[in-house]
């Protein structure tokens, strides 16, 4: 049995001093370039953003040195904890909340200007709860920026006679279960993912609403805000990483 909330409060901790993600530029997963390069979000000083599933706080943390009036929600209590230190370390004030992503009853409909969600949606069992939400809370003309670890990256293993296809990638939810070693831990707490096409995701946001903008698929770089994952997904799949683009990004408007 996979408690995904539990895992996460188990290695928060070691996971934000580990991975040392950049609180300074917004970032949009491992291997990929920031919002330095990208530049998708535009001018958001005075704007009210919301981090779906925000981690450690640190695109939360980007956002309010940018000047937006930042909202984030994440599922663990450790993780919200580890926000909230962030946060202050760096004097911003940020509206932090412990909350599933699918079901945020405690926002008011049609009070953001922007939603981002970075590398956590595919975490869900079901995508389509989370996307209705971020439509409801956000205004027309809002802008919900999603991104995550390209699908491939999880079917693919890098092995010494080659890459092989662990699954196919005509999946819709596959479930993938899987560890995460630390040191610190006794034991290494258990995760899963939830594998799918980029279509879906796209269709998805689709049928919800959205009107879809433009994927983005960035070669794989390690000059990115999102260091020490990207340093080791380099190490261990190199092959990989420099073969397909390990972050995807969605942009979607509400209209
Ligand atoms: C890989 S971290 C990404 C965090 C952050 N967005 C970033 O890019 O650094 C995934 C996060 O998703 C959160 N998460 C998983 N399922 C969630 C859900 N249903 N609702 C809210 N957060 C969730 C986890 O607690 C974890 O903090």
């Given at each position: 049995m996979v408690d995904i909330k539990k895992s996460w409060d188990k290695i928060a901790e070691h996971y934000n001093k580990r991975y040392e993600i950049s609180c300074d530029v917004v970032h949009y997963g491992p291997l990929c370039p920031g919002e330095d390069r990208l530049r998708l979000l535009g001018d958001i000083k005075g704007k009210k953003a919301i981090d779906l599933g925000c981690g450690g706080g640190q695109n939360a943390v980007a956002l309010a040195k940018l000047g937006a009036d930042v909202t984030a929600v994440d599922l663990?209590?450790?993780?919200?904890?580890?926000?909230?230190?962030?946060?202050?370390?760096?004097r911003v004030s940020i509206c932090l909340k412990q909350a599933d992503i699918s079901s945020l009853s405690f926002v008011e409909s049609q009070s953001f200007d922007i939603a981002l969600s970075a590398c956590s949606i595919s975490f869900l069992e079901r995508i389509d709860p989370a996307f209705r939400e971020a439509y409801r809370i956000?205004?027309?003309?809002?802008?919900?920026?999603?991104?995550?670890?390209?699908?491939?990256?999880?079917?693919?293993d890098e092995t010494e006679s080659g890459v092989v296809f662990?699954?196919?990638?005509?999946?819709?939810?596959?479930p993938i279960n899987w560890t995460w070693e630390f040191d610190e831990l006794n034991r290494a707490p258990r995760f899963r993912h939830y594998v799918r096409m980029i279509s879906d995701y796209v269709n998805s946001l689709i049928d919800t609403g959205f009107m879809v903008q433009k994927i983005l698929e960035p070669e794989s770089t390690l000059n990115t805000p999102h260091k020490g994952f990207s340093?080791?997904?380099?190490?261990?799949?190199?092959?990989?990483?420099?073969?397909i683009p390990i972050t995807f990004v969605i942009l979607c408007k509400k209209p």
């Open positions: 663990s209590t450790e993780q919200i904890i580890q926000a909230e230190g962030l946060a202050s370390d760096h956000l205004k027309p003309k809002g802008r919900f920026i999603l991104s995550d670890m390209n699908p491939l990256q999880y079917l693919l662990n699954n196919p990638y005509h999946q819709k939810s596959l340093e080791e997904i380099m190490k261990e799949y190199p092959y990989i990483a420099k073969h």
